[in-house]
């Protein structure tokens, strides 16, 4: 049985609209309700205050995921955010101070500017880094 394969174009509309649908994965659905997003922000703002000491904060993906559970498991949160979608959230949340680090070896990397990041949040901090 001889088969051949006719190359078409979709129209602009329908590329657009499996597009969108491509972008709506599962993890895109549960990204969309607010409670990630507030649980990464309560978080990094606890983040803050824990290191006040310090002005440049420069954490691997996975330390970042290993402190938000701790975090979570304290406060009693459940979700299920894995180290990727963390990094993605933190990522998409656009906060002055955090930015893409190095890529290491054992992973990529987040720096926290303690300093820009209590100006974005408007949050003063309990004793000013020496």
């Known amino acids: 049985m001889n088969t ?6 979709l129209p602009i509309s329908q590329r657009k609209e499996i597009k969108e649908l491509i972008k709506k994965t599962q ?13 990464v922000v309560m ?8 290191y006040n ?6 954490l ?5 995921s290993i402190l938000f559970y701790d975090w979570r498991n304290k406060k009693d949160i459940m979700n299920c955010i894995d180290s990727t979608n963390l990094g993605v959230i933190i990522h998409h949340l656009k906060i002055n101070g955090i930015t893409k680090g190095q890529r290491k ?3 990529n990397t987040k720096i926290f500017n303690i300093k820009q990041i209590r100006e ?5 901090a309990t004793k000013e880094p020496q």
């Open 105 to 107: 070896s054992s992973g």
């Open 60 to 64: 691997l993906i996975s330390d970042i």
């Open 4 to 9: 051949t394969f006719i190359k078409k174009k």
């Open 27 to 39: 993890f895109g659905l549960q990204y969309d309700k607010l409670q990630y997003k507030n649980h």
């Open 43 to 50: 978080f990094i703002k606890d983040l803050i205050t824990k």
């Open 120 to 124: 974005h949040f408007n949050t003063g």
């Open 53 to 58: 000491d310090e002005t440049i904060l420069e």
